[in-house]
């Protein structure tokens, strides 16, 4: 018999009687590898001297354990406070069958991660929850955007009034919004009510998981889910991490079957190629990077060219980049080509201006750094992919903007194919997720680029 004891007001459970060798499987069991660059060091979420371990690894803990052949006994001492929220719900939103059961799952469980496609509705399921449970809950975002974004649903959807918790404002409410940032430097012991649920969007972002642990295990609520678009890593200790805060995946829809369904556009996949007049020799990606994408003329006027195409088609274009740099070279390069064109980037003073000027149509073209998660545009029909990179979770985060169905027009992704060989593998990188991801709908005209097996070389100048 092993004894799993989770205490009142705390995310960590104590494992309080079990045989010797047990706390070293378990300690086997929660070791990942953490890469520090050039050299790697194992690394464990259980810790040997208070004997304990994340509230969200007890699942994948009693699991493995009951394989070995052990009976566990799990002792949750957890009381759920909060407040009573007597929310009404705008009939407005109705449920689709997938989101109704995606909130029937999280409500057995009671943590653990929804994986719902970009497009799919993940804040309405959130909002759901909230409302079956009717009571007070912390939503945890990651930018300005989804502060405000989350803010205006939850006014909308439950008639409540949010509290906001960043960029510069502390004014809780019975559903508050906080930024993780302003949570961590804050401190989460400033937070003046109790919450009985804790929801963490987009939690898939590797490139916060060690704050979204810290954050994680600080927070003591039994109701604690994520939610997530694109729920795989590369990196286990990233996956493993992200687990630990709010539980495994419990829920799982596919992009495919909601494309079948009606839910989401479409895709109709494209491909730009261009042949650079001179080569980088440049052995650092940031230099190569600049030489090969960004102040690249030969891509940038084949992006410009096929956004211009786009445009005059009907088509309200995303250009996705990664550099503010390479946003105001586009820019400009479409605005002499007579095209109407604005630039956001976070620190564009005017973004909800501009956003608002793209959604009813007047500028047709816009070039961002920004809208790769959570926010959310239903008017985008055609993203060019012009940043490059590698990213699985980025680029299916972006193109998700424009699966949303719009009549008589199906949801075109460009992608560019570069020519330096470094870069190419990036591309094909990028496809390989839009091929997975998007299963039967990817193009099957398109597979033969996975097929070439000697590498591009550099050309000599």
Not at 205 to 226: D, H, M, N
Request: hydrophobic letters at 40%; one cysteine or more.
């Amino acid at each position: 018999m092993v004894v799993l004891r989770i205490p009142d007001g705390s995310a960590l459970v104590y494992i309080e009687k079990a045989d010797p060798s047990v706390y070293f499987k378990i300690y086997d069991l929660l070791t990942y590898k953490k890469d520090y660059g050039k050299w790697e060091k194992p690394e464990s979420l259980y810790d040997p001297y208070e004997k304990t371990f994340p509230v969200g690894l007890l699942p994948r803990v009693k699991k493995f354990l009951n394989s070995k052949g052990y009976r566990v006994r799990v002792k949750d001492e957890r009381q759920i406070r909060g407040e009573k929220l007597n929310s009404t719900w705008n009939e407005k939103f109705q449920m689709r069958r997938y989101q109704g059961r995606a909130v029937k799952k999280a409500l057995k469980e009671k943590m653990g991660v929804l994986a719902l496609p970009v497009g799919s509705g993940k804040t309405i399921v959130g909002l759901r929850i909230i409302h079956e449970l009717d009571l007070s809950a912390l939503i945890v975002v990651h930018t300005k955007e989804l502060l405000y974004q989350w803010a205006e649903r939850i006014e909308e959807v439950l008639g409540i009034k949010a509290g906001i918790v960043g960029d510069n404002k502390w004014e809780e409410g019975p559903v508050t919004v906080a930024m993780i940032q302003t949570l961590l430097s804050r401190g989460v012991d400033k937070l003046q009510r109790d919450y009985a649920i804790v929801l963490f969007d987009e939690c898939h972002r590797t490139s916060a998981a060690e704050k979204f642990y810290q954050l994680g295990i600080s927070l003591p609520q039994v109701y604690r889910f994520g939610l997530s678009a694109t729920p795989w890593r590369r990196v286990r200790g990233e996956e493993i991490k992200i687990e630990a805060v709010v539980g495994p995946i419990i829920y799982e829809v596919r992009a495919e079957d909601l494309i079948r369904e009606g839910f989401l556009a479409k895709p109709k996949f494209e491909i730009i190629t261009y042949e650079s007049k001179m080569p980088s020799f440049s052995e650092r990606y940031k230099e190569l990077y600049e030489d090969m994408i960004m102040n690249n003329d030969e891509r940038n006027r084949a992006i410009v060219k096929k956004a211009i195409e786009l445009a005059r088609k009907g088509h309200r274009v995303l250009i996705d980049v990664r550099r503010i740099e390479h946003g105001k070279i586009l820019k400009e390069m479409l605005e002499k080509e007579g095209i109407k064109a604005e630039f956001l980037s976070s620190q564009s003073p005017n973004r909800w201006e501009i956003l608002e000027a793209f959604k009813s149509g007047e500028i047709p073209v816009l070039i961002s750094t920004l809208l790769k998660e959570g926010v959310d545009i239903p008017e985008i029909s055609a993203i060019i992919l012009a940043g490059g990179g590698k990213s699985d979770i980025m680029t299916i985060q972006t193109i998700g903007r424009a699966l949303r169905p719009k009549k008589g027009m199906k949801a075109l992704i460009v992608d560019i194919e570069d020519d330096d060989p470094l870069l190419y593998t990036h591309f094909i990188e990028r496809q390989k997720a839009l091929k997975q991801y998007y299963g039967k709908y990817y193009d099957k005209g398109m597979e033969s680029i996975f097929e070439e097996k000697v590498p591009k070389k550099r050309r000599s100048s």
